[in-house]
């Protein structure tokens, strides 16, 4: 009886040694198991990030940046009258754009870039302005060409801009074939066109002056700025009103002819489409010769400088504009006006040139922003057409851009000199 006890016994230990065994192998094997699948996780999720490391790569190597463009600086070209009679629009607009690359270059740069530009003397001539842009191209590589003025100057240059892939930004030129987008793709604006603004003027004199008794004289500058100006007068409902046209030529010093014209014709308003030095100075001369008349300013003469150059005589004048008036009191506009002065510019500087230089400014941050650290000129105009409602704090009415369309303003602002500042005007106002 013991013995076969013993036996079962012996027989159990066994058993259970064997199962010790074979739960050992399986805690082995699971263990095992586990090392492997950790190793391949482990193993796969190096592969993958070595793989996505080698796409950052590759990325990095397919973005051809433009040229202009490196790793710490986009470079921009700009001819301006710096010399001629619209020198103090090029000084002005240079030093808004000065305020522009300051702003941005001590924020810490755009994605890392500073901004830097060239500027180039052109006199307001076309031969020298295609010479400048050759000159930023061939030699400088300069990314953009950047708020230049002038539509004779611009259009002479343009195609050359487009043929190498250069855009054309902000510029205070108003000829209507810069907006054809088809055939300029690289051309922005908050600019409207010459045609634009005496369109407005037209429609603005009829609806708050009537048109019993009215007689208008418009003076243009000699060129196709100056010939749209004139047909965007006809074409408003003021048209019938024009009884007398005279040009200017660049390198005029008296508009005497002109305004012994208006005097003959019996006008009742005058439209001037200079700049804010010559402006004044026809002021001046109307009241010699004994022009009475209401008179009207382009863009170019709503500065200070027109007020402090015709004093008294320059009360009661009125400027038609794109852009709200550069003292007055809104927040962007506040804004332009401290950065102005903090960079040195005198009150005669705080001007429609200088203020539309530095409204381009905003819009170009904003693009430059926008196309990210891959700055091509593909992705830079995508940015550009990307941008909708764009506030500029009440400088102009908000911007919008599309891929139809690269002016984002097209509205017309009428100001009026009152108690020695320029103040804009509600609709229906006298």
């Known amino acids: 009886m013991k013995s076969k006890l013993w036996k079962l016994l012996a027989i159990f230990a066994v058993l259970g040694l064997i199962a010790v065994g074979c ?62 009679n619209l020198a103090a629009l090029g000084e002005q607009a240079v030093l808004a754009m000065e305020v522009t690359r300051d702003r941005i270059n001590e924020g810490g740069g755009i994605n890392g870039r500073m901004i830097e530009f060239i500027v180039q003397d052109d006199a307001y001539n076309p031969e020298k302005t295609v010479s400048n842009a050759q000159y930023f191209i061939e030699q400088e590589n300069v990314f953009a060409i950047w708020a230049s003025i002038g539509s ?50 037209g429609n603005y004199l009829v609806d708050n002056f009537g048109t019993d008794g009215i007689k208008v004289g418009l003076m243009t500058i000699n060129s196709v700025d100056g010939e749209q100006t004139v047909q965007g007068y006809k074409d408003s409902s003021g048209g019938d009103l024009l009884v007398d046209e005279q040009t200017w030529e660049r390198d005029s010093t008296t508009y005497g002819p002109q305004i012994l014209s208006f005097i003959d014709s019996g006008v009742t308003d005058v439209y001037v489409g200079t700049g804010d030095t010559q402006f004044a100075q026809f002021l001046l001369e109307a009241d010699q010769l004994g022009l009475e008349a209401r008179f009207w300013g382009s863009t170019g003469t709503i500065s200070a400088n027109t007020i402090e150059l015709a004093g008294d005589l320059s009360e009661g004048a009125y400027g038609v504009n794109v852009i709200s008036s550069a003292t007055g009191d809104k927040p962007g506009l506040n804004a332009y006006r401290e950065a102005m002065f903090a960079a040195g510019a005198e009150e005669a500087q705080i001007s429609t040139a200088s203020l539309l230089a530095y409204t381009g400014g905003l819009v170009l941050e904003e693009m430059l922003t926008r196309a990210g650290e891959c700055l091509t000129v593909e992705s830079f105009v995508a940015a550009g057409e990307s941008i909708k409602d764009f506030d500029t704090g009440g400088i102009m009415r908000p911007l919008n851009f599309s891929a139809e369309n690269h002016l984002g303003n097209n509205d017309v602002i009428i100001l009026q000199v009152q108690n020695g500042a320029w103040e804009e005007l509600v609709v229906g106002q006298e």
């Not at 190096?46 to 996505?52: A, K």
């Not at 801009?161 to 922005?188: G, I, K, M």
Request: proline content about 6%.
């Open 23 to 84: 739960g050992d192998d399986d805690d082995s094997s699971s263990s095992s198991s586990s090392e492997s699948s950790s190793s391949e996780s482990s193993s796969s999720e190096s592969s993958s990030s070595e793989s996505s490391s080698s796409e950052e790569a590759a990325a990095e190597e397919e973005c051809e940046l433009a040229r202009g463009v490196t790793a710490d600086k986009i470079l921009f070209g700009s001819s301006q009258p710096m010399t001629g």
């Open 152 to 201: 004779a100057t611009l259009k002479a240059a343009l195609p050359l801009h487009d043929e190498s892939n250069t855009p054309s930004l902000f510029p205070w030129a108003q000829d209507l074939s810069f907006y054809d987008v088809n055939n300029h793709p690289l051309f922005f604006s908050v600019n409207p066109p010459a045609y634009a603004q005496t369109k407005g003027f």
